[in-house]
């Protein structure tokens, strides 16, 4: 690489760093319940002149550079953000708002979850159902009228044929393929998820599955009927678990893990990467029992992968990332030892015959999750490729087949989650399981509570996103990835 290309890359490397920093250290602020150090339309304040058709050119030009697809994409993502942000401004206020009155309680949108998993009932979710329909309708247009800009931009002056191809080429993933793959996948899993799943709807409902709602799913997959068996501590205090793999929280370099019930907060996990690996935020506001456990662990599972990765990787391979994937596959392997056999009983204590009834609901409730996302993704791309965003039938229509659940067909567009992010899951669900299983293979069925786990954790997660999935599988000497562990697991527990 020539002196001028060098400079070129430095200068484009660094402005969009420090425009990504901008963008999350804003979420961070508004997730807290803070005040943000600025305005969203200050974020492109002298920046204008670089967000631009001709900065793109400039990249493309960069032959042979490495990174370059993650620098392109990073530079398209602020060409977007900047020209929907009045748009994406209005439907924010709009949805701060929004709100269903369930027996004299206000029920905002951003509190939907946490209060269907931990303080409804089956009326009450009935009533919800109701109300969020007719606010569904009146939202509606603001998001439709978002999606359709970002596709006018995609298609016009970013020339691509698609929304499918625009994401296709961001992630490098085959879409036909994978298409292919889940619905088979799904297909193969019908009797025994739909089986198990009326069992316990009918246990814990008196309902049939085809009567429920996706907000009833919500309350049961929240796993509250087995609260009484979590240990009566705070979650902060099962955090030294770590320990076993030679990492202390607290005094983790980078790490900041904030877990407090503030006014404000939102009531949703999440981890902010704000830079690799030197600043990472996990935020959670706990609601109390089994799915604190859970959401804690996946977190940490982002949080840990990113403040191990090495320094020396270039900002594409740490900060640029086109596909969280991999990401998601260190947070599903952390989540999904928690509800273990051996972890439960060693752990935390419980009695054999108790981790064995929790065991069986977590797998069950996986399995509906995983068909949950792998069903969001069918059903995506079939509105994509239809091109009619406006009309959430089909949509709700195809999660009705593969969940068991009614879905609204007018919510259908605040179920859309950009770039087919549901994949993403589905995927970092996958090679979980083959990462599972290398850990119990080579070291055994406790592999959690060994320091080699810990050694094999930070060894992949120096590697950042520097490869995908398929590519880090084979340099690690992995399985390549496949569907039949995670059929073998569901087997297995439900059978």
């Known amino acids: 690489m020539d002196t001028k290309t060098h400079t070129e890359l430095a200068q484009i490397e660094n402005a969009l760093f420090h425009l990504n920093y901008r963008w999350k250290l804003h979420s961070l602020a508004m997730w807290k319940g803070e005040r943000p150090p600025f305005e969203l339309y200050q974020i ?3 920046y204008d002149e670089f967000v631009s058709m001709e900065t793109l050119a400039q990249i493309e030009g960069l032959n042979g550079v490495k990174g370059r697809v993650q620098l392109r994409h990073a530079l398209m993502d602020h060409y977007l953000q900047r020209a929907l942000l009045p748009h994406e401004t209005e439907m924010r206020a709009w949805m701060k708002g ?3 009155h369930v027996n004299g309680q206000k029920i905002y949108f951003r509190d939907i979850i946490p209060w269907c998993q931990k303080q409804s009932d089956y009326n009450g979710r009935q009533v919800l159902q109701r109300e969020t ?3 569904c309708k009146f939202l509606a247009p603001f998001a439709l009228n978002y999606w359709n800009i970002l596709l006018e931009h995609l298609t016009g ?3 691509f044929d698609s929304y499918l191809a625009y994401c296709s080429e961001k992630k490098g993933l085959d879409y036909p393929y994978y298409y292919g793959m889940l619905k088979d996948l799904l297909l193969k899993s019908d009797d025994i998820y739909f089986a198990a799943m009326e069992r316990w709807c009918s246990e814990r409902f008196g309902h049939h599955l085809g009567e429920l709602t996706r907000f009833d799913a919500i309350h049961i997959l929240g796993l509250g009927h087995l609260d009484p068996f979590f240990p009566a501590k705070p979650i ?3 955090t030294p678990f770590f320990n076993y793999w030679g990492i202390d929280l607290e005094k983790t370099f980078g790490l900041n893990l904030e877990i407090g019930r503030e006014q404000g907060k939102s009531a949703q996990a999440i981890t902010f990467i704000l830079q690799v690996p030197e600043e990472v935020y996990v935020l959670m506001k706990p609601e109390g029992g089994w799915i604190d456990l859970e959401t804690l662990w ?9 403040v191990f990765t090495s320094p020396e990787l270039s900002i594409a391979d740490k900060d640029l990332a086109t596909s969280f994937s991999l990401s998601e596959a260190f947070a599903f392997l952390n989540q999904n030892f928690t509800l273990s056999g051996p972890f439960l009983v060693r752990y935390l204590g419980l009695d054999r015959s108790v981790s064995e009834e929790i065991h069986y609901y977590k ?5 509906s999750i995983f068909r949950r996302y792998a069903a969001k993704f069918l059903a995506e791309v079939d509105m994509f490729q239809a091109g009619n965003l406006s009309d959430g039938r089909p949509y709700a229509e195809v999660m009705a087949r593969y969940t068991g659940f009614y879905y609204q067909p007018e919510s259908h567009l605040f179920d859309l989650v950009p770039e087919f992010y549901a994949l993403d899951y589905v995927l970092g669900w996958l090679t979980e399981t083959i990462l599972e299983a290398y850990l119990s293979d080579s070291i055994g069925a406790e592999w959690m509570f060994q320091a080699e786990a810990g050694h094999v954790l930070k060894h992949w997660w120096r590697q950042g996103n520097e490869k995908d999935i398929p590519a880090f599988l084979q ?3 992995l399985e390549a990835l496949h569907t039949e562990r995670i059929r073998g697991r569901w087997r297995e527990a439900l059978s």
């Open 44 to 46: 492109y304040d002298a």
């Open 133 to 135: 329909g007719p606010l």
């Open 475 to 477: 340099s690690n000497g």
């Open 363 to 367: 797998v069950l409730k996986d399995l």
């Open 157 to 159: 002056e970013l020339g």
């Open 236 to 238: 902060n205090e099962f």
């Open 298 to 306: 996946h977190e940490l599972g982002h949080g840990l992968s990113a």
């Open 98 to 100: 929004a709100s269903a």
